[in-house]
């Protein structure tokens, strides 16, 4: 049946040269020709087609559902569908393509494959705090084989919106608030998703979003107005999008926002001067979800003026929104968009099937066989469990709560202790994957020292109704338990006498965070400080397991708890893998990748900010703070705990200076100086003392992940080159300024060693 189809497709097209099955930079002259004599070919109407992209299937995110695809498709007006999977369901659509539309043209099939497609692993916030970028690469690789081996050839990912603003529920999505790591994250994606080869079978197209700025939303509220220097731009925000575009990624989503007043998606220097211009962008374009009708309420015009302001912004694919497929034809008519801009967004999203191999064989991504053997695959559930234990973060560890010892009785309390649902975080829609997810408890049924734990739920997931009225109507799956309140924190008081020690598994409902999701406060919910604060009172040691998307307030949980391990959502092998590191089995390394606040108040607060021309000075009234609490974060970026402690030497340069084209060797020796294997990850940072443009007070540009067995020592040596001290300027140029420099080397952004060198010019 396969081999018919394509053979069908191959006569129809033979017209024009066949297209290479592998494509390369050397394939660049043969893809033209083959576009060029396809394009030929088309009509206004059918080059404006393939610039819709409707949502068809199992999941919106939006209010609209596209009306009549399957015509559209058979008229040759769709250029790629999103939200379908599954073999069957992409062949069928696929097949109305390249057998019923006129020149056959096969579909491109989009999905928002965040943190794995079926094999969940943890959110990306999550798996950023594992500062492994070869296992970031490794899990969106597998998310990639399994994606693919459904039917899919693109998806929605990476996120590298740099976010500052805890309130914003969409900071689960990302890498946090650093540029350096958020840039090295971004480039392992790309790779994973995309391989060295897109033709192949097993690669995904990686679609860098959201361009630009999102995460800047003002006050945290999601699709709010964004307003910021193009200073600030330019060396803050703008860097992981680039270095996903340097990586290769072969498509760039618009954002919601405004940028200088002009919605991204009509945005033409966001489009066509920075992305085509200035980073020598050549792949497509596609906007957010119905962001184009959207700009009617940005109060950018009607829906034919916002066409035509995107078209002419540079947008290649309209997403949902079916404006273009609407007015696309009549404003080339009009003389409003060029002919040649619709033949470049029509030539770019072919270019795109081109690479994937489609025209070749538009089956090539769906085979009963692979999504069989790949789905759920031992090896990924492997790789979701060594994730989830790598991405969790120690907050504190007091008189060694952690690791639980086998020989406690161990009350478990908490609505998440044996919950399935909220393990996997948002954007896990595939097919109902939480179904696959493994619960704590299921992990500790299968411990045999399980006739020690016990079990109460202690308290509702969320009591308050304002929020699990706004959930539930998009399956928030909230249920109030049927006992009051009162009567489930006073079983889990009797529940936690019985016991040594008392572990509460809480934090926020998965729909709390991702898109929709701001919170204007971020601690844990009034009726969970109450049952912590019950438990407290047993007079036990109390360990809070968290199960969140965002950075928290936790002054309270800090001062009272006697141990806190962050685990985020941490996807389909959460239990297990929280389990093997209560109990030791596995040593917790993750660092904090966006720094904890003490208040909400503080927000937004992050590491590398600028120094102000009054910085806090305690003996002095007229600085830079607040009356009621300290300028410093609960967590700073970078932080976290291991059941060893490392101590570090004194920093070792090799010169005090540099001119441009010389390197500097800095080294410093770690030592684990405690009792059980463990990996640190070792952070650098620089300050520029003196610039044309204030500098921030830190910035990270390096880091190594160490493990060392207890005693052991190791040298760790960092090259620092005028490339890491370069910034950009007010001219917005790209330049290193002699002078003088502070280098800091340590085990988070706040406790550090510190050296000085200089810059010669
Ligand atoms: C989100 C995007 C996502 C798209 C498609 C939008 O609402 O902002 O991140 O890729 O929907 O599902």
């Keep these: ?378 090896d990924k559930l492997d790789l979701s469990k060594e994730a989830a234990v790598k991405s969790m973060v120690l907050l504190k560890n007091s008189n060694e709560a952690l690791p639980l010892k086998s020989n406690q009785k161990i009350a478990f309390i908490g609505p998440l202790v044996k919950d399935q649902r909220n393990l996997v975080g948002s954007w896990s829609g595939a097919s109902d994957t939480y179904k696959n997810a493994r619960s704590l408890w299921s992990a500790l049924e299968l411990r045999s020292d399980k006739s020690n734990f016990l079990y109460a739920k202690g308290c509702n997931l969320v009591d308050d109704s304002l929020i699990r009225n706004k959930l539930n109507p998009h399956g928030g799956d909230i249920i109030p338990d049927s006992k009051s309140p009162q009567q489930l924190i006073d079983e889990a008081v009797k529940t936690a006498q019985q016991a040594d020690v008392v572990v509460a598994v809480l934090g926020e409902a998965f729909g709390m965070t991702g898109e929709a999701a701001s919170r204007s406060s971020i601690g844990l919910l009034d009726n969970q400080v109450e049952l912590l604060k019950a438990l407290k009172k047993t007079g036990k040691p109390v360990v809070l397991v968290l199960m969140n998307g965002r950075p928290l307030t936790l002054e309270w949980e800090d001062k009272n708890m006697d141990a806190i391990l962050e685990t985020w959502f941490s996807g389909t092998m959460a239990g297990p893998a929280i389990a093997s590191v209560l109990f030791g089995e596995q040593n917790p390394s993750g660092k904090l990748t966006m720094t904890f606040p003490r208040n909400v108040g503080q927000v937004p607060i992050y590491y590398n900010n600028k120094n102000t021309g009054r910085p806090f000075d305690e003996n002095q009234k007229y600085t830079s703070k607040y009356l009621d609490a300290p300028n410093t974060p609960l967590y700073p970026f970078g932080y976290g705990l291991s059941y060893t402690s490392f101590s570090y030497g004194d920093i070792k340069l090799n010169t005090a200076s540099m001119n441009p084209s010389q390197k500097i060797t800095a080294s410093m020796q770690v030592t684990n100086t405690g009792k059980v294997e463990g990996v640190e990850t070792v952070q650098l940072y620089v300050r520029d003392m003196v610039g044309s443009v204030t500098r921030p007070v830190k910035e990270l540009k390096a880091f190594q992940q160490v493990s060392l067995k207890p005693g052991e020592s190791k040298m760790i040596n960092f090259s620092i080159s005028n490339e890491d001290l370069m910034f950009y300027n007010s001219d917005l140029k790209m330049i290193s300024e002699a002078g003088d420099f502070k280098l800091f080397i340590g085990t988070n952004s706040r406790d550090v060693k510190e050296a000085n060198f200089k810059l010669v010019k």
């Design 1 to 378: 049946m396969l081999k018919k189809k394509t053979a069908t497709l191959l006569i129809a097209i033979s017209t024009f040269c066949l297209p290479p099955a592998v494509y390369s930079q050397n394939s660049d002259a043969k893809m033209k020709t083959y576009i060029d004599a396809l394009m030929k070919k088309m009509t206004l109407e059918e080059k404006v087609g393939q610039l819709h992209l409707p949502s068809v299937g199992f999941d919106v995110t939006g209010p609209i559902v596209s009306k009549g695809v399957e015509e559209n498709i058979r008229k040759g007006l769709v250029g790629g569908v999103f939200n379908t999977y599954t073999p069957n369901a992409v062949r069928k659509l696929q097949e109305m393509a390249v057998n019923e539309s006129r020149l056959k043209i096969p579909l491109i099939f989009g999905y928002d494959v965040i943190h794995g497609h079926r094999t969940i692993f943890p959110i990306s916030l999550g798996l950023s705090s594992s500062w492994d970028m070869d296992l970031v690469k490794r899990t969106a690789r597998a998310a990639a084989e399994e994606a693919s081996a459904d039917g899919l050839n693109w998806t929605f990912s990476p996120m590298v919106d740099i976010a500052r603003d805890p309130r914003w529920g969409r900071v689960s999505e990302g890498a946090g608030e650093d540029p350096f790591l958020g840039s090295a994250i971004a480039k392992a994606m790309v790779v994973g998703y995309q391989g060295t080869d897109l033709s192949l079978n097993n690669t995904l197209l990686a679609c860098v979003k959201h361009f630009a700025l999102y995460g800047a939303s003002e006050a945290g509220r999601d699709y709010n107005t964004v307003d910021m220097s193009r200073i600030k731009m330019y060396n803050e925000y703008f860097p992981p999008y680039k270095a996903a575009i340097n990586a290769g990624a072969g498509s760039v989503m618009t954002s919601f926002n405004e940028v200088e007043g002009i919605p991204a998606s009509a945005n033409k220097w966001l489009m066509t001067d920075v992305l085509r211009k200035q980073w020598n962008f050549n792949g497509l374009i596609v906007t957010d979800y119905t962001a184009i009708n959207e700009m009617i309420n940005h109060g950018m015009g009607d829906e034919k003026k916002v066409g035509e302001l995107s078209l002419n912004a540079g947008v290649d694919m309209d997403m949902v929104g079916e404006v273009f497929l609407k007015h696309g034809v009549e404003l080339v008519k009009s003389g409003k968009v060029s002919q040649a801009q619709i033949d470049a967004a029509c030539r770019r999203i072919l270019e795109a099937k081109y690479k994937l191999g489609l025209f070749q064989d538009p089956y090539k991504y769906v085979s009963e066989e692979r999504n069989k053997s790949q789905i759920l695959s031992q």
